[in-house]
């Protein structure tokens, strides 16, 4: 096993070289497997912006409203509020959708005394779904996920369907920018750290985005940026769906072809939440079947798929008891293990921490590829927001460790930092310079 998922520096570097080569390909043309989309997003914060901006984060099961006020000075104030969506509203016409968003912004608007009068209030719009954005404010919709599918959406403007929600409503409410959450991640961070050049979500999914020099984007047709610059949104979930380069077992090729999306986002499926419990599992099924591991005990919940949770891996990498004892616990209660061994509960940790630290070995590539291909080495920050990040043990740690096998020395001027809600106050950031 260890044979199998340690990840050495001599494939560390050949990853990142290859990765680099990658983003150059998307940064050249459409179509390339890391797409490299332009963010239209051209201005980095200074902090000192001020004003009170509204932000929408879609993201999946909940609906946030958040009111951002930027006080300058890097400091900000942010009030919220969650609506969980009805199901009926995930899968009926678009205007249905639309028209409970738009009811929850007049509803938070009610609740906070805010009356936009006059002139409209000017709304940041963080959609976590895939779209192909056309301008700062437009964007048209490729293709529902996460259990989304309304009707006449597909190809149009998500802008515009619920700048026209608003109308409905009589809301003086528009929509100044419409915003990933990778660049919300990233401008977030940038508002209180002006050294901040790129914005990572490890969490369920993984994906980046990082500041570009704009004449590196040889496929813009656009009119060049005043600042010379373009943050990128690399949906590097994609990397290497060629299989070419990534160290994949028979155990990632289980998960991958037993996968809602077979062939795609290898490199997502190697490092983000939703999948490295799976990995584990399907590692647990073929020392079971060999009689390695429980006495070769198959038990009814470890035979479904995704029993064996990301939040399990966590608990047990924090298991230092002598005779791992929530180890034991979480083999017998949650996965109807009976009589587990010493032994087997000491395979079952080193499985899961092996799985751990590659996840965060391969991230740390992509890191560095960013840094490389920026040429920052003499020092930046990476805001890195997503549960896996921010609650996984020893995870950062860990890129730290592998960041240093890859850049030596210059690993002590790459700062990684927990950049918190990027779709919330990143979108009223990008907002405010949208004016």
Known sequence: MEELFIVGPTKLKEIVKHFVGELQKGLDHEGATVAMLPSFVTNRPTGKEV??????????????????????????????????????CKNADGEVLFDFLASSVESFLKDSGVVPTGQNLELGFT???????????????????????????????????????????????????LVNDTVGTLM?????????????????????????????????????PASGE??????????????????LT???????????????????????????????RNVFLDLIEKKYLFNGYLSEELKKQNSFETQYMSRIERDYSADLSDTKMILQDLLGIPNTTAR??????????????????LSACCIAGLVTQMKKLDGCTVAIDGSVYEHYPHFGNRIKDALHELLGIFAENITLALGKDGSGIGAGVIAALAN
């Open 344 to 361: 087997d509960r000491r395979i079952v940790r080193r499985i899961v921490e092996l799985v751990g630290i590659r996840a965060a070995r």
């Open 230 to 247: 373009m943050i990128i949104n690399c949906e590097w979930g994609a990397y290497d769906e060629e299989k070419a380069m990534l160290p």
């Open 250 to 280: 028979q155990y990632d090729n289980k998960l991958d072809a037993e996968s809602q999306n077979p062939g795609q986002h290898i490199y997502e499926k190697m490092i983000s939440g939703m999948y490295l419990g799976e990995i584990c």
């Open 51 to 88: 004003g009170s901006y509204l932000a929408l984060d879609l993201g999946g099961t909940n609906f946030r409203v958040c009111e951002v006020y930027l006080e300058g000075q890097s400091s900000v104030r942010l009030r919220q509020k969650k609506f969980t969506i009805p199901e009926e």
């Open 127 to 177: 959609f976590s779904f895939p779209v192909n954005q056309t301008a700062l404010n437009a964007g048209n919709l490729l293709v529902w996920t996460k259990g989304f599918n309304c009707s006449n959406t597909e190809g149009r403007d998500v802008v515009e369907m619920l700048n026209e929600a608003f109308t409905r409503k009589g809301l003086k409410v528009k929509v100044a920018a």
């Open 188 to 224: 977030s961070h940038a508002y209180n750290d002006p050294q901040t050049l790129v914005g990572v979500i490890l969490g369920t999914g993984t994906n980046a985005a990082y500041v570009e020099k704009i004449e590196n984007v040889k496929k813009w047709k656009g009119p060049k």
